[in-house]
Nanobody, 124 residues
Framework: QVQLVESGGGLVQPGGSLRLSCTNS????????MGWFRQVPGKGREFVAA????????WYEDSVKGRFTISTDNAMNTTYLQMTSVKPEDTAIYYC?????????????????WGQGTRVTVSS
């Protein structure tokens, strides 16, 4: 059974860096694409980035392009979100998600499995 566990959130200063991790207890079997979403109070989950387990394909939300990098370590069944040059507007709860279909999706409804979320706060 797919179970996603995020880690790495915390407090970071503007302009700083942070790396989020998401480990899939079921390995890569049964899932094709891993994604990161974020949510602030009063709003729905917003797509941040996605990647194929094979690494052959990455997608980013425009506001994080050039600042965030998504990657996978298949041997560790882990997906990472490297955040650099962070801004206060990056403050949110970040969720890891897994998609079973092979085609990419930026929609929350396109992902079947979700982690519990990890909080990221960007503040001086």
């Amino acid at each position: 059974q797919v179970q996603l566990v995020e880690s790495g959130g915390g407090l970071v200063q503007p302009g700083g860096s942070l790396r989020l991790s998401c480990t899939n207890s079921a390995g890569t079997f049964g899932t094709s694409i891993m994604g990161w979403f974020r949510q602030v109070p009063g709003k729905g989950r917003e797509f941040v980035a996605a990647i194929k387990w094979s690494g052959a394909g990455t997608w980013y939300e425009d506001s994080v392009k050039g600042r965030f990098t998504i990657s996978t370590d298949n041997a560790m069944n882990t997906t990472y979100l490297q955040m650099t040059s962070v801004k206060p507007e990056d403050t949110a709860i970040y969720y890891c998600a897994a998609r079973t279909q092979p085609n990419p999706s930026t929609a929350e409804t396109g992902y079947r499995f979700w982690g519990q979320g990890t909080r990221v706060t960007v503040s001086s």
